[in-house]
């Protein structure tokens, strides 16, 4: 048996089954909505940080730099306050797109269970100190509490739905208060589990609850951010692409909670002045690994469309546009990449060499690590150029990584074009 047809089968009856069943399991794709319903607020969050953080040396002749840097000193905390009120409280956010979505996929009410949900995460990750509110945890750190909060909520509400425990109003009562009388009972048992175990810890261990559950995840946060786990799932996403599943989509799904932690640390980071140190983050992913969507096609999407193959020239006309703003399933798919063995090797090692060349600059800081977010469908070298902090380096970077996958991917580029010229010219031969 050759070494792709047991590729083939070890992806097909082993890898896929079990993705299929993460990215259709409804509390991984609750956590996902979760993400993508903060989104907005982050990327917003992100602009003001750059803002307030120049890309200039504090000795830079550029009068235009010195006028920056000057209007940045001078209004710093009204250039900072949308970032604090977006990023920094990311994992509000996040606990409520999440408890929604959950929420939603057992057929419950959206509204009252993220409701509960942000009860029980400020219960647990913000407790009043002499009137005030504390910050701390409402950010990056307090993501996996945000993730357990809404989760726990939302499965608490059914179980008590379940066993039709819950305040019954007469009919005559209007919806919307039937249903807040509904959610007294979730709120009551919010404070007989999350709220007992968040005041245990802080009597005996000083600890909030948020930062009990990040020193349980931080070895999972730590061995994440290394090459060796990076190159696993950059590995493992594209394996599932060759079978035809998004496995970006699967990936990065699970890997969000990291992602967010990650960027949220570098973003604080750089707020007081230090050196950022996490690098796998979703921009790092999106504009580093795979430029021009997954499988890094964005040159291939160029080599179709100078092809001798009609084929080939025809789908690179119709996802050249797409992938430059990262979206690719025309090219994957209509090629088609996906279970192309022509083309799996290129499929697998280009992501992977852009993984690692991108994962050494930064650990060097040859590059600035991503402390901002951008719109995954931003162009790679812009959106690198922005997530980096306007860091020239990081367009650079971008550039590099296209010509060594352009050397890369063209050879097989050229294989596959041969053998549709072959297979389009075969109709003429036989007509003659």
């Known amino acids: 048996m050759s070494i792709y047809a047991s ?22 794709i609750a956590i996902r909505d979760g993400f993508i319903s903060a989104m907005p607020f982050l990327i917003i ?14 000795q830079t002749s550029s009068s235009f730099g010195q006028a920056w840097l000057t209007f940045a000193k001078t209004h710093w905390t009204t250039i900072t306050m949308p970032f604090f009120m977006t990023m920094g409280v990311m994992s509000i956010f996040v606990s409520i797109g999440t408890a929604y979505s959950l929420a939603k996929s057992y057929g419950l009410d959206g509204l009252t269970s993220a409701l509960l949900s942000l009860m029980a995460f400020l219960l647990a990750s913000a407790p009043q100190v002499e009137n005030k ?31 039709n425990i819950a305040i019954r109003m007469p009919s005559q009562v209007p919806p919307a208060i039937a249903r807040s009388f509904e959610l007294l009972y979730p709120v009551i048992g919010i404070l007989l589990t999350v709220y007992p175990i968040s005041l245990w810890l802080q009597s005996e261990f000083n600890l909030l ?107 690179g006309k119709l996802s050249v546009v797409p992938a430059m703003f990262n979206i690719n399933e025309p ?62 380096r990081a367009f650079v970077l971008v550039g590099v990584l296209m010509v060594i996958d352009l050397l890369i ?12 010229l072959a297979e389009e010219q075969q109709p003429e031969v036989l007509a003659k």
């Open 133 to 163: 509110m504390p910050l701390d945890f409402l950010g990056g750190a307090g993501v996996f509490t945000a993730l357990i909060c809404a989760i726990w909520s939302v499965e608490l509400i059914r179980l008590l739905k379940k066993y």
């Open 331 to 392: 090219l994957l798919f209509g090629s088609p990449v996906v279970m192309n063995p022509t083309l799996l090797v290129p499929l697998l090692l280009v992501p992977l060499v852009n993984a690692v060349l991108a994962y050494g600059a930064l650990h060097l800081d040859l590059v600035q690590k991503m402390i901002a977010i951008a719109p995954w469908t931003t162009p790679a070298p812009i959106g690198a150029l922005i997530s980096a902090a306007w860091d020239y």
């Open 45 to 58: 969050g992100s602009i003001m940080l750059i803002v307030a953080n120049p890309p200039f040396d504090t």
């Open 7 to 28: 590729l083939t089968r070890i992806v097909e009856n082993h890898l896929a089954p079990i993705a299929g069943k993460i990215g259709s399991q409804r509390h991984i």
């Open 209 to 315: 609850l948020p930062a009990a559950i990040m020193q349980v995840f931080q070895p999972l946060i730590t061995v994440g951010d290394t090459l060796p786990a990076v190159m696993l799932l950059v590995l493992l996403a594209n394996l599932l692409w060759f079978a035809g599943i998004h496995g970006d989509n699967i990936v990065t799904g699970l890997l969000n909670p990291i992602f967010m932690a990650n960027i949220a640390a570098n973003a604080a980071l750089i707020t007081q002045g230090m050196a950022t140190t996490q690098i796998l983050t979703a921009p790092y992913w999106a504009f580093y690994v795979c430029i021009g969507g997954s499988g890094s096609t964005l040159v291939l999407a160029f080599l179709y469309l100078r092809s001798r193959s009609i084929h080939l020239k025809t789908i």
């Open 409 to 420: 991917w063209y050879p097989f580029f050229k294989v596959y074009e041969k053998q549709l």
